[in-house]
């Protein structure tokens, strides 16, 4: 169960650092708007934004999520999940920034989303951490593993 707690927080730190990413892009885009709107050559400071800093303190607390996640879930379950962060950043500019949501990106979080599956079933478990070359040649060998790698050389080669 508490791997669970662990898994749910490292996503809403990943999501809050995505969301953060994209507040503060939309903070600097209004700045340099409003800049336009005025006729100003020098737009104001990125601090006087609010939206800026709304982004920033998102983002902290979304490190700050990911950091206590780690003390909720094994290592080999929370940094894999890291990786979400690219998943969430496409949602977040979509609502925020409207941006296009293009075939490449879902095949993006395909193949994100499949890799984690991957490694989180793949991984052993917390109390084997010294392999061998022998040994993690084996774990690279697992049938999961070489059904992954093949589909995303699949996927790249189609792309």
Not at 19 to 29: A, D, W
Not at 48 to 55: A, H, K
Not at 134 to 152: N, R, S
Request: net charge neutral.
């Amino acid at each position: 169960m508490e791997s669970i707690l662990g898994v749910i927080m490292c996503l809403c730190g990943t999501s809050c650092e995505a969301c953060g990413m994209v507040l503060q892009r939309r903070g600097l885009l209004q700045l340099k708007q409003n800049a336009r709107e005025k006729h100003q050559e020098k737009q104001k400071s990125t601090f006087s934004s609010w939206v800026w800093w709304l982004g920033i303190v998102t983002m902290a607390g979304g490190s700050f999520l990911n950091i206590a996640a780690l003390a909720a879930a094994p290592q080999r379950i929370i940094t894999p999940l890291g990786a979400v962060v690219l998943c969430w950043n496409g949602l977040w500019s979509r609502l925020f920034l409207a941006e296009p949501f293009l075939p490449s990106d879902f095949w993006g979080t395909f193949v994100i989303i499949t890799a984690l599956v991957t490694l989180i079933v793949c991984s052993p478990p917390a109390s084997e951490t010294n392999f061998t070359a022998a040994q993690l040649y084996d774990q690279l060998m697992q049938p999961a593993m070489l059904i992954y790698v093949a589909c995303l050389l699949s996927l790249i080669a189609c792309m």
